[in-house]
């Protein structure tokens, strides 16, 4: 005899753009990224007129410097077009995201330091590691990044950890109980890019599923991403 049972249908959930904040008030301090949190916040009191800060990816240096830009009313240099963003940049500061993240311009990060430092500017570059492993080969270049202030952000803690998850979830205005997030600190890969993961898959699962956000949910959505399965349908 056929099986007449019919799944229960689903509910597909539409990407609405849910929008990580990247304000003060909703930066995470912990004894991770306490350091970086203070050099921001003391600006344009720094050490050095370039400060860099430098940790792993999911470490939070764009969330840092998404406050530094707006406190600063910096403008945000692409990386591989250093030349192209000096001309208009006049005595405002600068920030370079990610400037790591490919080969360096170091013709143009050199004249970009060099203007800001006659300007009596500022420049924030975030990178994942520290300038003596961008293999700069220009000496005057390498000089000035020596010359920098260099601020390392490191993995995040549980407290950390845990305070980003509440944040994710209530960036999509789901509320998950204290338990949860504490299993998930203890289970999910030490990582902010991972914690966006797992709540973004968790939040979908849940509403596909028409189910609040439980444990039991967790623990089988930690489970799929440790096995790799299902990778994630975004």
């Known amino acids: 005899m056929p099986d007449n ?3 229960p249908p689903r509910q597909l959930p539409l990407d609405l753009g849910h929008g990580t904040g990247y304000s003060r008030d909703e930066l995470v301090v912990s004894g991770t990224n306490s350091q ?3 050099l921001v916040d ?3 009191d720094w050490p050095s007129p370039v400060v860099v800060l430098a940790g792993p990816a999911g470490s939070g240096k764009t969330h840092l410097a998404s406050i530094w830009r707006a406190r600063a009313g910096a ?3 692409d990386a591989g077009r250093i030349g192209d963003c000096m001309a208009s940049l006049g005595a405002r500061p600068a920030l370079i995201d990610d400037v790591d993240a490919g080969p360096v311009d170091e013709e143009g990060l050199f004249h970009l330091i060099n203007a800001v430092r006659g300007a009596g500017s500022t420049l924030l570059l975030t990178a994942r ?3 003596s492993a961008w293999g700069v080969r220009l000496p005057d270049l390498a000089s000035r990044l020596k010359a920098a202030a260099t601020v390392e952000i490191h993995e995040p803690d549980d407290h950390l950890l845990a305070g980003v998850i509440t944040k994710l979830f209530a960036d999509r205005q789901v509320e998950v109980e204290p338990h949860v997030v504490q299993y998930l600190v203890r289970r999910i890969e ?3 890019a991972t914690a966006m993961r797992v709540v973004e898959r968790l939040d979908r699962t849940a509403l ?3 189910t609040p956000i439980t444990r039991a949910l967790a623990a089988e959505t930690v489970s799929a991403m440790d096995e790799g399965q299902g990778e994630f349908e975004i």
Do not use: C, G
Request: no cysteine; net charge positive; aromatic share 10%.
């Open 129 to 131: 590691r520290f300038p």
């Open 36 to 38: 970086a949190v203070s």
């Open 208 to 210: 596909e599923r028409k």
């Open 5 to 7: 049972k019919i799944d």
């Open 75 to 77: 403008v945000k240099v």
């Open 190 to 192: 030490r990582s902010l």
């Open 42 to 44: 003391r600006w344009p």
